[in-house]
């Protein structure tokens, strides 16, 4: 790629000899290739006098491979290879032998130390270390048998001759980067990102629906449990509604998980009782080992909770997907009139009833980004990007000690939901600690303009304010509109990579505020009505009650869509005019002065800790009052912003589903509509026993921003100098 070839051009160092720099041993770079084999006699962990081992190799304080799991064994055979590269055979490999424990933090078995240095190069050796708890040395844990190999790596072994050779000839010598140490562990970073990043590029969906419980283990008093369900593929995490007080749920919950690798995987699922106030009691456990199921069928699965009572009903779904990509700049499907006509006749309106979920197509470059934040004592970054799409998340490589990264790859996805928002996220890469933020864009599908090459200031964590540096997007998007309109009256995908609820006193101030603006909206309408009543304004009062008669004398139901309608005209007469008084900001403006100050910690609150557990009982509370204010007031501005016209092709499609209203009301008589109503009511649950409910309604207000959205997804003004030329294309969207 063309980021490789930049890291594989030739620098010149100019060094003097010294025996330091090169030592009568190979230098550098080691290859240490392992075998984990099996397990013998490893302790137990869980209270079925079994355990759930997996196995984690740590070099330099670092988790370098962790094995798969194997449940409910005290002998597992893993047969698991892995390859390790090494910079100093002197430092021992770590070894930590783990219990699974779904919800719970994972028990320690043992551990062990393989010292490098004992090993003899480039001969396969079988090695068997016995585990050990320093906190208490003289048990039996168990022993783990390994087969490892350690050897040179071949391109360091031509670098060093090279450049023993060259020492003969002057005492100043000329190298490239690529073969000297240094490069070489840069060029392997590189190379070891993008495995990173193909690690990410999942091979199909897992979708489950959660039916019901049977006969589920009463956890209360009053015989009854208040259940829930938790699954685990990985590291992702799903948890279902809590159903009050019953022992056979009604869930009819459906959750879509990502398949990494081809041979599928094992969901965890356990049962819990919600207990207020208390821990969450546990009611049992079982797994769907996915390997033994075929793809694309339904199956559905009466899965008995072992240590527990009773049984879930599910069903699952094996989907083979490719729907996400990368590659480099240089391979750019859009650029291929071929290609983009394929792409174009795939979304076609000729095309509108085949795969409704293929919705669209879109195409990210992520060229360059330019006066990053620098992040490392250097006074430089090691910069890298996230590009996320829902559940679709992909990465670029990493450019090293650079402000000013060229990345130019090309990310593209199938588009599922044309409300999706696509996430670009920049990171400073660190090898001994978690990745440093350094800035992120958020951007509607809808708002995308197609080819144009666009600087986007990056914002912060929190996406209300700027933060250093600019990224430069080049992004299309094609779809169907009519499968885009279908797709709006569907539940929302879930995301499941989402932070943890926190209790925040200016989050908590923030949302009342927003729901008390949203309030305020019906009194004043009341005032004013009641302000007719009382002839305060006798011009107002004599119109408001010629208009009341004439209503409701004409009623009929077909006026109520159209009055919505003529709602809708009026903003967007009021838009078009140059008249838009939509302020979507004025509730948090002082977002990120608030969060900065949350963010400062006082050094004093360690002595608060006994005041602190005493709140805790009610931090769950507050939390989800929290939450209750956030919904409320997102409800309220989502309808409001329907009718201002905040993303026209939400409001272009309420005028059409009003007309559509507005001619059924006006031609069919109310009783014929209520009929039918009624007995799809009753006769649903009859020809789909397993259909998930959903209000078309809430999920297109699902749809709209609110007025904290818009302000996340509001794009700041950009530097001049750093406006970048433009290319246009047509959006056939």
């Known amino acids: 790629s063309k980021s490789e070839n930049e890291c594989n051009q030739k620098v010149r160092f100019s060094v003097g000899p010294s025996n330091a720099d090169f030592p009568s041993g190979d230098p550098g770079m080691y290859q240490l290739d392992i075998t984990l084999r099996r397990g013998q006699n490893l302790a137990a962990r869980d209270r079925g006098g079994t355990s759930d081992p997996y196995v984690k190799f740590k070099l330099g304080g670092k988790e370098v491979f962790r094995s798969k799991t194997i449940h409910k064994n005290l002998n597992p055979v893993w047969e698991e290879k892995t390859c390790i590269l090494i910079d100093n055979p002197r430092e021992p490999l770590y070894i930590k032998v783990f219990d699974y424990d779904f919800g719970l933090q994972d028990d ?32 039996d844990l168990g022993n783990i048998l390994l087969s490892v190999l350690l050897a040179p790596r071949e391109e360091q072994r031509e670098a060093t001759m090279l450049m023993r050779k060259s020492w003969k000839r002057s005492s100043k010598v000329t190298f490239s980067m690529w073969s000297s140490g240094i490069s070489c562990r840069r060029t392997l970073i590189l190379r070891l990102s993008d495995l990173h990043r193909k690690s990410q590029l999942w091979r199909g969906i897992v ?19 208040d259940p829930y369900v938790k699954f685990r593929l990985g590291h992702q995490k799903y948890k279902s509604k809590i159903m009050p007080k019953t022992l056979n749920p009604q869930w009819r919950e459906q959750f879509d998980f990502h398949l990494y690798e081809e041979r599928g995987g094992i969901i965890d699922i ?33 899965m008995p909770l072992e240590e527990g009572e009773g049984c879930l009903v599910l069903l699952v779904t094996l989907t083979a997907s490719a729907a996400v990509t990368i590659s480099d700049l240089s391979v750019n499907s859009l650029e291929d009139p071929k290609e983009r006509e394929e792409i174009l006749k795939r979304y076609s309106p000729m095309r509108m009833f085949q795969n409704m979920k293929d919705v669209g197509f879109l195409q990210v470059k992520v060229i360059r980004a330019e006066a990053l934040m620098a992040a490392d004592v250097t006074g430089k970054s090691d910069p890298f990007c996230v590009v996320e799409l829902n559940n679709d998340r992909l990465l670029t490589h990493t450019v090293y000690k650079n ?87 569907m539940p929302k995908e879930q995301k499941y990579i989402e932070e943890e609820n926190r209790l925040s006193k200016q989050l908590l101030l923030r949302n009342f505020i927003r729901m008390k603006r949203c ?13 007719c009543f009382d002839w305060d304004s006798p011009p107002r009062s004599l119109a408001a009650f010629l208009l009341f008669l004439f209503v409701v004398w004409n009623f009929e139901l077909y006026m109520i869509p159209l009055a919505l309608l003529l709602l809708l005209a009026w903003n967007y007469f009021l838009i078009i005019s140059g008249k838009d008084n939509r302020q979507h900001d004025t509730v948090v403006e002082d977002m990120l002065e608030d969060e900065e100050e949350e ?90 026993p397993y259909a998930i409910d959903n209000n078309e309604l809430l999920d297109f207000l699902s749809r709209v921003p609110s007025d904290v959205q818009v302000v996340q997804y509001h794009e700041l003004k950009q530097d001049p100098s750093h406006s970048p030329s433009k290319r246009k294309k047509n959006n056939p969207g």
């Open 599 to 688: 963010d400062d910690r006082d050094d004093k609150d360690s002595e608060k800790k006994g005041f602190m557990d005493k709140l805790y009982a009610i931090q769950e509370v507050c939390v989800s009052v929290q939450n209750i204010l956030d919904e409320v007031a997102s409800f309220g501005e989502r309808i409001k912003n329907t009718f201002n016209w905040t993303v026209p092709f939400l409001s272009w499609l309420a005028i059409v589903a009003l007309c559509v209203f507005t001619v059924i009301l006006y031609f069919i008589p109310l009783r014929y509509i209520v009929l039918v109503w009624g007995i799809n009511k009753f006769t649903k649950k009859l020809r789909s």
């Open 207 to 225: 979708s489950i629906t959660l039916i019901e419980g049977r006969e589920l283990k009463a956890m209360d008093a009053n015989g009854l449990s």
């Open 108 to 139: 320690f078995i043992g551990s062990a130390f393989l010292n490098l240095a004992s090993l003899e190069l480039n001969r396969q050796t079988d090695v068997t270390l016995s585990l050990k708890d320093p906190h208490y040395p003289d048990h």
């Open 270 to 302: 356990t049962v819990w009782d919600k207990d207020a106030g208390k821990k969450d009691d546990f009611i049992g456990r079982c797994q769907v080992d996915l390997s033994t199921l075929s793809k694309e069928q339904t199956h559905k699965l009466e």
């Open 519 to 531: 309030v305020m909206v019906l009194i004043n309408a009341a005032y004013y009505i009641n302000s």
């Open 403 to 489: 402000l000013n990264p060229e990345w130019n790859k090309i990310f593209t996805f199938n588009v599922k939901d044309i409300h999706s928002v696509l996430e670009v996220t920049v990171y400073d890469e660190d090898r001994d600690r978690s990745a440093d933020f350094l800035g992120k864009v958020a951007i509607p599908l809808l708002s995308i303009q197609n080819g144009e090459q666009k600087a986007y200031v990056l914002k912060n964590k929190q996406l209300t304010g700027p933060t250093k540096g600019v990224i430069y997007l080049e992004i299309d998007v094609i779809f169907n509109a009519v499968k885009a309109s279908v797709r709006t009256l």
